[in-house]
């Protein structure tokens, strides 16, 4: 009666353990994000594909990614800085970058080894231009506030703000000298 079963019994195990090895072939998907924002995801996908992605809570990270049949991609983000990097698959190539103040860089290589190569530098230059012209400078262009004057303004001689100039004027009804 016990060698009736012991053949099924023997296939079934030697299945499991089979079925054990392979359902590790697929690759082991790992995400860690601490609840701040910070994560960290690595995936392993069909066919050898892969995706590292290391990113922070203000969105400043670095992810790699190979593709099937040898594609790569590199994207790194720092403090509003962009840099990618990108090969093709017959040999192409893309390399593009961009600044905090809106400054471009794009280079692209195509199958037959010609590359095109694009710059933007109008951010950085206007910030120049304002600084060279004298111009306070903000964050879109000359930034107008308390204290500072639009170009060509005259300047006052006195204070800036008259009303910080006088003292604070005081209710009467209420008694500022202690009982």
């Known amino acids: 009666m016990i060698r009736a079963y012991a053949a099924p019994i023997a ?17 082991n998907n790992l995400t860690i994000k601490d609840g701040f924002g910070e994560e960290v995801t690595v995936r392993h996908g ?5 995706q590292r992605v290391i990113k922070d809570r203000l969105g400043d990270g670095v ?16 403090l509003g800085n962009q840099f990618r990097k990108k090969k093709g698959l017959f040999g192409g190539s893309e390399i593009d970058g ?4 809106g400054d471009k860089v794009t280079t692209k290589k195509g199958w037959f080894g010609r590359r095109t190569t694009t710059v933007d530098v109008s951010g950085m230059s206007a910030v ?52």
């Open 11 to 27: 296939i079934a195990g030697w299945l499991l353990i089979g079925l054990n090895t392979a359902s590790f072939a697929w690759g």
């Open 46 to 50: 069909l066919f050898g594909s892969k």
């Open 98 to 101: 961009s600044t905090i103040f």
């Open 128 to 179: 120049i231009h304002d600084l060279m012209a004298g111009r306070k400078v903000g964050p879109t262009g000359p930034a107008l506030g308390p204290g500072l004057l639009p170009p060509g303004a005259p300047v006052p001689v006195g204070p800036q703000d008259p009303g910080l100039s006088q003292p604070p004027a005081v209710d009467p009804g209420i008694n500022p000298a202690p009982q």
């Open 63 to 78: 992810a790699q990614k190979t593709g099937l049949f040898g594609t790569r991609e590199t994207q790194v983000n720092l």
